[in-house]
């Protein structure tokens, strides 16, 4: 089990790794090895998540989540498919983490009555010179 956090954890089953070769520099390794690690976590069908945070996910991951529902997680960072397959679960900890934590409302605020009457006398102060600047009648 993969703990996410939040009370939520994710069966290692779940997830399903499919490695490919690399793009970018990287020499005759980048040419012979598949070091590219995707996972792919099926969201809408994951039976360790509640339809509250399915929901969730699907709003705040939306970009990343398939029309069938696959959450996909590309790591090609690493010159290894281990350290990338570790690099991809831990990226996915993250994104579902952050995902699942519920926002909290912005409490409403007033202006403190002393920085209004800061600004509305720096106003005044500003005009006073723009006066003096006049030309007498």
Same mark, same amino acid.
């Given at each position: 089990m993969i703990e996410i956090g939040h009370? &939520? #954890?994710i069966d290692e089953d779940e997830l399903v790794f499919s490695a490919s070769r690399s793009s970018g520099p990287g020499g005759q390794n980048v040419n012979k090895v598949s070091t590219? &690690?995707?996972l792919l976590l099926d969201v809408r /069908? !994951?039976?360790n998540l509640s339809d509250d945070q399915k929901h969730r996910l699907a709003d705040r991951l939306a970009s990343? *989540?398939?029309?069938d529902g696959l959450l996909r997680v590309v790591c090609q960072q %690493?010159? !290894? #498919?281990?350290? /990338?397959? %570790?690099l991809a679960v831990q990226r996915l900890i993250e994104l579902l /983490?952050?995902? *699942?934590?519920?926002r909290l409302?912005?409490?409403k605020t007033k202006t403190p009555r002393?920085?209004?009457e800061k600004r509305l006398d720096g106003k005044k102060r500003r005009g006073q010179i723009k006066d003096l600047r006049k030309k007498p009648l």
């Open positions: 009370g &939520v #954890q590219r &690690v995707t /069908n !994951s039976p990343r *989540i398939s029309k %690493e010159r !290894s #498919q281990h350290a /990338n397959r %570790e /983490n952050d995902a *699942i934590r519920p409302r912005r409490k002393r920085a209004h």
